[in-house]
């Protein structure tokens, strides 16, 4: 049955590791493009350039806008939504009135881009750039150069674009990666707080009854003896199987220790909970498993109660498995409810011969 969990879930959320990664990458971003920019904006105003200057100012108070609500707060401040559009005015103005000088500019501001806003924004806020910019050199510079320009601004864009997306792959891979059992495919404990967290939320704010089961399979160490190892991890495969055919595509089903699975059950309350954790029994034991390994399983049921925690939900679950395995498992044990206090045991699942 399970040990209990850690209750700092930043340090163990896969999730939540790469959104701080790309918080990161943003308030890095920000922050070098501001010490970048800054200086210039004294030096486009000694050119007597005072448009620029003042674009630039907008520039850098976006972006000391952004590293501060990040740095304090932890919010995006429009969400980079001004970088793009003040880096390509920036380039693209600096460009016409400075000339070279302007367009080195560009190359930078166009891969930031793509590691600042989702990929589809990027590509069209690259396309406007590429084509204000391909516009800008038309008109002053010799037609030679435009088409250097178009074309080498045009593969920065690629590039960053390439890159972009693989990472964006990656970390999609990693996290999935992180988050399941790659022997049954179910969740692992990695999100386990903030899923009951969420239901604790619906719960508390809504009014919404949640339940949890929690399922563990009997005597799993003889199968494992007696047929081997091999054998075991194909039960406990199939077992995610079979649970995965009876419940709903809104449940999410754990594998939250070797042969323990626990399943949380939106929406559902529970006597509800109840039915299901006994028809999932049944579909375990009767049936056995690799044509003929008899397998059953106990299990308990728990309803959120008002103003308890995660942990605390978990704990009564797990006490009313420890009791479904004490009184000879193969059934179901109805947590205690919290707020009643009283120890509400349904253990009326026909016994099946294992
Ligand atoms: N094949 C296989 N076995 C596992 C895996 N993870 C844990 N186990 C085994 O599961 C067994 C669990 O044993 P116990 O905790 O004694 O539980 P049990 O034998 O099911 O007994 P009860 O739960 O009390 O009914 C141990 O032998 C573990 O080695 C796994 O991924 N694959």
Redesign the pocket.
Known sequence: ?SAFISTDSTSTNPTLAVLGFKHQLVYHLHLWAFIAVAPLVVVQWQHHHFLLSGMLILFCANALAVIVLLRFRSTYFLKGRLFPLLAVACAAYSTAINGHVGLYWAYPAASALFFLLPLREAIASNTIFVTVMAVVSFMKFPEADFWRITFSLGLTCLFSMIFAWLVGKLQMELTRLATTDP?TGCLNRSQLADILNGQIQMRERYGRVSSMVLL??????????QW?????????KEMALRLRKRIRESDQIFRI????FMIVLPETNQHEGNLLAHQLLTSISARPFLEDIKVTA?ASIAEVSKGETWSVWLNRADQALYDA?SRG?NQVVSATNQAAGDQNTDTSLTPVAG
Do not use: P, Q
């Not at 563990?216 to 003896?225: A, E, G, Q, S, V």
């Not at 081997?228 to 406990?236: E, I, N």
């Open positions: 049955m022997l563990d399979l009997d005597y799993f160490k003889l199968i494992n003896d081997g190892h091999l054998a075991g991890d194909k039960v406990l220790g070797g042969e323990e106990s395995k498992r």
